[in-house]
C-alpha cells in the first residue's frame, strides 16, 4: 500500500511538471497571444533658454528653469502576424503639419513602418518650447531672428530625437501581453459653461455644467510578468500652470508618478478631446501635483483591476479627410487686416497675404488626419488632430460603444499628428466664442470652419471603424 501511494505521488509530480513544461511553452500569459512590444523614453527639455509655447502673453520670453523634465516616449506593439503599430508621446503643446510631416516621412524611411502604423500624440503642456511653425502668429511670426533661429534649431534636434526614440523601441521588442480598462477622475471641468471662480463652490454644490468625459483609459503592456509600459489618457488641457519653467503639467507629474510606482516602466500620456475642459481651480505647482497624483491613482486603480485582454490582431488606418473651411476672406480683407491693432490678426493676415503674392491660393479645405487602430477584436482607439472638443468623444463613444463594455472599448485621442486649429463640434461652432472660431487666428488659418466639419469627421471615423 505504501509502494503504490508513492508511486502514485512520483505520477502526480511527474504530470504537474510536464503541465508546468507545458504551460511555459504554449500556456505562459507572457508568451501565449503572440504579440510584442518595446518602449522607451527621451528626455527633450531645452538644452538653451528659449520662447515658451502656449500663451500670447509671455511673448519671447524664454523659460528660467525646469521644474520637471520634458519627455518624449515611444511604444511599438507588433501582433502575432507581425503588424506593428507605433506610438509616440510628446510633452508639448503641439506640432502643425510640416513638421509632423517631416517626423514621419523620416520615420517611415528609418523604421519601415507606413503611415497609418504611427501615431504622434502631443499632451498639450502649455510650459513647453515653441515647435517650428505651430501657433505661429502667436508665436513664431513675431519672433526676431535670433528666436526663430533658437525655435529652429530646437525643431531639427527634436526631429533626431524621434527617429531615435522610434528605434530604440523597435530594438527593445519582446514578447509582451496587452490588456486594458478604464477608469475615472473628475478634475476636468467644461470651461465654456462654468466660471473659473465659481468651480471650487460649484463643484461643492454638485452644480457644474456642460459635457465632461471623466474616462481614464488603460493600456498595460506586461513584458516577463513586469509592467513594462502603461499608456493612458485623460481629457483635459495641460493648463495648470503657466510659469515660466519647462514642465510636463498634471500630465508630467502623473507620467511620473506612475514610473516611480513601477520602476522600469515608460508611462506614455495621451491628451483626449479636452479643447474645452480646464483642470480647475488652477495656477500653482502644489495643484498640478494634485491632479498628476489623482490621475496616477485612477490609472493605479486599473491596473489593480480584471483587465481585458487583448488577442487577436492590429490593424490601422490612416486618412486626410478634406475638412471645410467656411467663406475665405478676400485680398481687400487681409489687406485691411494688416492695419489691425491686434497684432494677431496683423501677423495672420501678412502670412496668408504672402501666399497670395506667391502665386497660390487659400485652399477651402484642410487636409484633416484621422487614423484608427484596432487592437484584437474589441478596442478601437480614434486618432484625431487638432484641439478637438469634447463632443466628438462622447458620440464617437455612443455611437462605436459596445454596450457590454460600458463603451470603455472605443478611445479617443485628440492633439495627434497635426495640432492645426481647434475642432468644434456643429454645437460649438453655432454658439461660438474662443473654441468655436477665436482661436483660429492664433493657428493662421484663414477664416473659421464650415458647419459640416463634425459630420465629415464622424463619417470617416465610421468609415475607418468599418474596414
Not at 527593445?172 to 477622475?185: C, F, Q, V
Amino acid at each position: 500500500m505504501r509502494h503504490s501511494l508513492t508511486r502514485h505521488r512520483l505520477t502526480l509530480i511527474a504530470i504537474g511538471l510536464m503541465a508546468f513544461a507545458m504551460f511555459l511553452v504554449v500556456g505562459s500569459p507572457v508568451f501565449a497571444d503572440g504579440w510584442k512590444a518595446g518602449a522607451a523614453a527621451v528626455v527633450i527639455t531645452p538644452r538653451v533658454p528659449m520662447p515658451m509655447a502656449g500663451y500670447a502673453s509671455r511673448g519671447a520670453t524664454p523659460a528660467d528653469g525646469t521644474l520637471t523634465d520634458l519627455f518624449a516616449k515611444a511604444l511599438v506593439i507588433e501582433d502575432p502576424q507581425g503588424n506593428r503599430g507605433l506610438l509616440i508621446t510628446l510633452d508639448l503643446v503641439g506640432i502643425e503639419r510640416e513638421f509632423a510631416t517631416s517626423i514621419t516621412a523620416e520615420l517611415i524611411k528609418s523604421t519601415g513602418l507606413r503611415r497609418d502604423q504611427i501615431v504622434l500624440a502631443a499632451s498639450h503642456t502649455h510650459t513647453g518650447p515653441v515647435v517650428a511653425r505651430n501657433l505661429r502668429p502667436m508665436h513664431y511670426l513675431l519672433f526676431n531672428e535670433a528666436n526663430r533661429k533658437l525655435v529652429d534649431t530646437y525643431a531639427n534636434e527634436l526631429q533626431q530625437q524621434l527617429i531615435t526614440l522610434a528605434n530604440k523601441s523597435i530594438a527593445n521588442l519582446k514578447p509582451a501581453t496587452l490588456s486594458y480598462h478604464s477608469g475615472s477622475t473628475d478634475f476636468a471641468v467644461n470651461r465654456r459653461t462654468n466660471k473659473e471662480a465659481d468651480v471650487p463652490m460649484l463643484r461643492a454644490e454638485n452644480k457644474l455644467l456642460g459635457p465632461v468625459d471623466h474616462d481614464v483609459p488603460v493600456l498595460a503592456v506586461h513584458c516577463d510578468d513586469k509592467l513594462a509600459a502603461v499608456v493612458f489618457g485623460y481629457a483635459c488641457h495641460c493648463t495648470v500652470l503657466s510659469l515660466n519653467q519647462w514642465s510636463g503639467d498634471y500630465a508630467g507629474f502623473a507620467q511620473q508618478n506612475l514610473e516611480k510606482s513601477h520602476p522600469g516602466c515608460v508611462a506614455l500620456f495621451w491628451a483626449g478631446c479636452g479643447a474645452d475642459q480646464n483642470p480647475l481651480p488652477r495656477r500653482t505647482v502644489e495643484l498640478a501635483q494634485s491632479y498628476g497624483k489623482q490621475l496616477a491613482d485612477a490609472v493605479h486603480t486599473v491596473l489593480e483591476s480584471p483587465l481585458h485582454p487583448i488577442v487577436g490582431s492590429l490593424s490601422t488606418t490612416y486618412h486626410e479627410v478634406p475638412l471645410p473651411f467656411a467663406t475665405l476672406p478676400t485680398r481687400d480683407e487681409l489687406t485691411r487686416d494688416t492695419s489691425s491693432s491686434n497684432i494677431y490678426i496683423a501677423a495672420r493676415a501678412k502670412s496668408l497675404l504672402a501666399t497670395l503674392d506667391a502665386g497660390e491660393s487659400l485652399s477651402d479645405t484642410y487636409p484633416y488626419p484621422v487614423s484608427t487602430w484596432k487592437l484584437g477584436s474589441d478596442l478601437i482607439w480614434v486618432a484625431l488632430g487638432g484641439e478637438v472638443v469634447v463632443d466628438y468623444a462622447i458620440r464617437i463613444k455612443d455611437e462605436l460603444g459596445s454596450p457590454t463594455l460600458k463603451h470603455q472599448n472605443v478611445w479617443v485621442t485628440a492633439y495627434a499628428h497635426d495640432v492645426m486649429a481647434y475642432i468644434p463640434s456643429r454645437r460649438v461652432l453655432a454658439e461660438g466664442g474662443y473654441e468655436g472660431g477665436g482661436a483660429m487666428i492664433y493657428y493662421g488659418l484663414p477664416t473659421v470652419w464650415a458647419p459640416e466639419v463634425e459630420n465629415v469627421i464622424i463619417n470617416e471615423v465610421h468609415r475607418q471603424s468599418a474596414d
